[in-house]
């Protein structure tokens, strides 16, 4: 190996065995794996993630070899198969979840916006809930159910921004939150995650609405996270902003913890947990539960606590 030929870069993106990596003058590379290169485990199914910075050695045809992974700060996974162990890293290295909800169609669910936010909990990265296509919110009775579900993310210690990708409201904050971080969107299927993305970065140009991520599927088309770089006019000095989108990837999976520490994912429930009476208490029907008496007095939402006993009762039944 020639260490002269040794350079450093950033994955944007993965197709089965090819790696493109951004390089350091903003040009790509298209990587493989060295082919004695080890799976750290056998956890993980996907050696090299989205994210992931990698060291690789440019070779005479063009193309990199990589030979190293650096350690990742965190990552995010979902299940291999619906049912097995082993995971696949969607992407490492991330500063920002937005945990994309919509009041509009398709209708938002506080269950789907929790088993968001817990998994960001349990994989360290700092969340946020962006509310988008705000200009539909055409009724008295539309707005205040809005307002109850920022106040509801808000009180349990999240940002939280009303935006809308068609008008623009709430964009430059939403730009403002991410700007110079690598931020991950997520939420279902047609809450307008590439028209926020478009929004936020125009000339960005992704496909809004054309293809559901079932159609996808149904051509067998295998469809990965992908990292756009992207300047943003709001950074002085002007760093990249790396926007992952992940199409077709409709839940992470919660699969590296177990139910006792699940309400230490609930922020709000995390701050009375060391006033339960039983230390191993689940907050379901123990005697002496501060989780219990601060849902009673209001302090936790009803809401987030059916949730949080929603959650339980899924990860006790594997
Ligand atoms: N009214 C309204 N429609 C939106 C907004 N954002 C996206 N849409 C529409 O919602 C549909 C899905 O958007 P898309 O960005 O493809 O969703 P994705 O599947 O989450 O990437 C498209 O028809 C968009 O035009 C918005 O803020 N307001
Ligand atoms: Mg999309
Ligand atoms: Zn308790």
């Not at 298209?30 to 050695?57: M, S």
């Not at 990742?72 to 996974?77: L, Q, S």
């Not at 999240?158 to 935006?163: C, D, G, P």
């Not at 002007?238 to 520490?261: C, H, S, W």
Request: aromatic share 6%; net charge negative; hydrophobic share 35%.
């Amino acid at each position: 190996m020639h260490p002269e030929n040794m350079e450093e870069g950033l994955v944007i993106r993965t197709t089965g065995s090819w790696y493109k990596v951004l390089r350091e003058g903003g040009d790509t590379v298209d990587c493989r794996l060295r082919g004695n290169y080890r799976l750290r485990g056998n956890k993980q199914t996907n050696p090299v993630a989205v994210g992931d910075r990698v060291g690789y050695e440019l070779q005479d045809d063009g193309t990199g070899l990589i030979h190293d992974v650096a350690d990742r700060r965190n990552y995010i996974v979902r299940r291999a198969t619906k049912l097995s162990k082993q995971t696949h890293v969607i992407a490492a290295n991330i500063d920002l979840l937005c945990v994309v909800g919509t009041l509009g169609l398709p209708r938002t669910s506080t269950g789907f916006i929790d088993r968001l936010l817990v998994t960001a909990e349990a994989y360290h990265i700092p969340a946020c809930l962006v509310l988008n296509k705000s200009d539909l919110l055409v009724d008295d009775d539309l707005m205040a159910m809005q307002r109850e579900l920022a106040d509801l993310y808000r009180s349990a210690g999240y940002q939280v921004l009303e935006v809308s990708a068609l008008t623009g409201q709430g964009i430059d904050d939403l730009r403002q939150a991410i700007a110079g971080r690598t931020v991950l969107f997520s939420g279902h299927s047609g809450v307008g995650k590439s028209a926020l993305l478009n929004a936020l970065c125009p000339g960005l140009d992704l496909r809004v609405g054309a293809l559901s991520d079932w159609s996808l599927k149904g051509r067998h088309t295998t469809t990965f996270a992908e990292i756009h770089p992207v300047p943003l006019r709001t950074q002085q000095p002007a760093r990249n902003t790396y926007l992952i989108d992940t199409p077709g990837i409709k839940e992470f999976g919660m699969v590296d913890f177990n139910g006792q520490e699940l309400s230490h994912f609930f922020p709000e429930m995390r701050a009375v947990l060391p006033d339960c009476h039983f230390s191993n208490c689940t907050h379901r029907h123990e005697p002496r539960c501060a989780v219990k008496a601060a849902v009673e007095e209001g302090r936790i939402s009803p809401e987030r606590y059916q949730n949080y006993l929603n959650i339980l009762d899924g990860i006790e039944d594997e």
